[in-house]
């Protein structure tokens, strides 16, 4: 099952509780990055394009979980940079764990085998390991030849010592229907992967490559070939229906920006963690209550006119659904 459902039901009362409070803004999910060092140089993503010295910077286990307490999102993703080379990683997720909050730690798996036994499974830890195409596309995306072999020994190891895993992958301008297909089938049937997350390319500010990223009409006719022919109810998706709806283009939707918010080593990045569009904050309070979300959006921004990225649109999804018996019911049913 991709989202168990206590996951599915836990969210639906948190964002139940945010609308009988009258609260129009609030977080779904919190990406927390501790670093930006990385032990990769991807040219899809710009992290490590950052100077030495913020390349050495740490946010503090008490700075973590006093962001993660100030947002009070029911979901937190550890991301970077690559969060196995965070030292706190094993006492942050073990706290987190304690708190009940669902915890995804997002990696490229390189150093899983040798850090693994310092975390325990739980219901409520996944890895969410890195696996942009098959071997050849993987490792020309990474830039770095021999990281598929590894990535999967790594979820093959995970899984034999009882670690829910999950994989992210993120498809850029080359990559067509059949590569969709190829990737999501070896994940589903081959590895089984507990859930499988998909998103087109966003052009990262920093990313090396700006030549390769999906436009919108390009990222709805491939989604929409990829999943035809009820594919994608036999892909374990860890997402809404109705943001898979959204990416085949069968309904357009707005961009919910403070959905996912991004706390770093910088502070809350505004208007989300794709774009540094203007001054980090310094709390979650300022992120939300000075930011003005009315630039940002398909048709507000020229940054984001070819974005269809699950940090804006899924958590737009998720609230919709949340507001319909109907969609409930779908998601409800859905793997």
């Known amino acids: 099952m991709s989202t168990p459902f206590a996951q599915k039901a836990a969210i639906a009362k948190y964002v ?12 779904l999910v919190m990406e927390l990055e501790p670093l930006y060092q990385c032990n990769l140089a991807c040219a899809g993503c710009g992290k490590i394009q950052h100077p030495a010295e913020t390349l050495r910077k740490r946010l503090s286990l008490e ?16 991301a970077g940079g690559e969060p196995l080379v965070y030292e706190q990683l094993p006492a942050l997720v073990n706290e987190l764990v304690r708190r009940k909050k669902v915890v995804i730690v997002c990696t490229n798996a390189l150093l899983l085998e040798k850090k693994i036994d310092q975390f325990k499974p739980s219901p409520y830890f996944t890895w969410m390991i890195h696996l942009d195409g098959m071997r050849e596309r993987h490792d020309q995306v990474v830039c770095r030849d021999g990281t598929f072999d590894k990535a999967v020994a790594a979820i093959k190891v995970a899984q034999e ?7 992210n992958t993120t498809f850029f301008d080359p990559d067509d229907a059949g590569d969709i297909r190829a990737v999501l089938d070896y994940l589903n049937d081959e590895l089984k992967v507990d859930a499988m997350q998909i998103s087109p390319g966003y052009a990262y500010e920093k990313a090396p490559d700006q030549e390769h990223f999906l436009g919108v009409d390009r990222t709805r006719a491939i989604f929409k070939e990829a999943f035809a022919g009820g594919k994608r109810k036999k892909w374990r998706l860890n997402h809404s229906p109705l943001y898979l709806d959204f990416l085949e283009g069968k309904f357009d939707m707005e961009c919910t920006p403070w ?7 910088l502070g809350w990045q505004r208007p989300c963690y794709l774009m540094s569009d203007a001054p980090y904050a310094q709390t979650y309070k300022e992120l939300i209550e000075e930011t003005d979300w009315s630039l940002y959006g398909r048709g507000k921004n020229p940054k984001c006119a070819n974005c269809m990225a699950h940090c804006g649109y899924e958590p737009t999804a998720v609230v919709r659904t949340t507001g319909s018996v109907k969609e409930s019911i779908r998601a409800a049913l859905a793997h």
Do not use: D, H, N
Not at 16 to 27: E, N, R, T
């Open 16 to 27: 139940l509780s945010k609308k009988l409070a009258g609260v129009k803004k609030y977080a």
């Open 63 to 78: 700075q973590c979980l006093t962001a993660i307490e100030e947002c009070g999102a029911p979901v937190i993703s550890i």
């Open 161 to 167: 010592k009882g670690f829910r895993v999950g994989t």
């Open 259 to 265: 959905g996912i918010p991004s706390y770093s080593i």
